[in-house]
Every structure is written in structure tokens, then in C-alpha cells.
């Protein structure tokens, strides 16, 4: 690999990098937003939320299997 190669590679990564921490930040205003005015939440936007840390919970539970080397009661000895 050649180092513009490499030059290109970082550059796109960090460009994919700054994208995704700009799509964050508005996830993030959207709930603080969200949750300065829960008086006018309605039961669709409760689902979405609900279903969004049932989605993070699954993916702690997942990533902690795999962690334990696929076993589901607990680490190899």
C-alpha cells in the first residue's frame, strides 16, 4: 500500500467519521427537544423511543454473548 493509498483511505474515513457524529448530534437534539416537552408526547413517539432501547438492549445482550465465545450461561473456564 503506497502512502497515497493510505492518504485517500484516512481522508474517507474521516469524512464517514464527521458524517456520522453530525447524524448523532441531531439524534441527540431531537430527544433533548423530545423531552423538554413530553407534555405533548404522543403514544407513536413513546413506541419509537421504546422500541429504540429494546433495539440497544438486544445489542448489549448479543455483544455479550459473542464476548463470552457464543455461550449463553456463562464464560469458558
Known sequence: M???DVSSY???L???ISGHCETFRKEVDYAK???KNRTDLNV???GIAALFGLECFAWYCAGEIIGRGFTFTGYYP
Do not use: G
Open 2 to 4: 503506497t502512502y497515497l
Open 33 to 35: 427537544n423530545l423531552w
Open 44 to 46: 407513536e413517539d413513546a
Open 14 to 16: 474521516k469524512s464517514n
Open 10 to 12: 484516512t481522508s474517507e
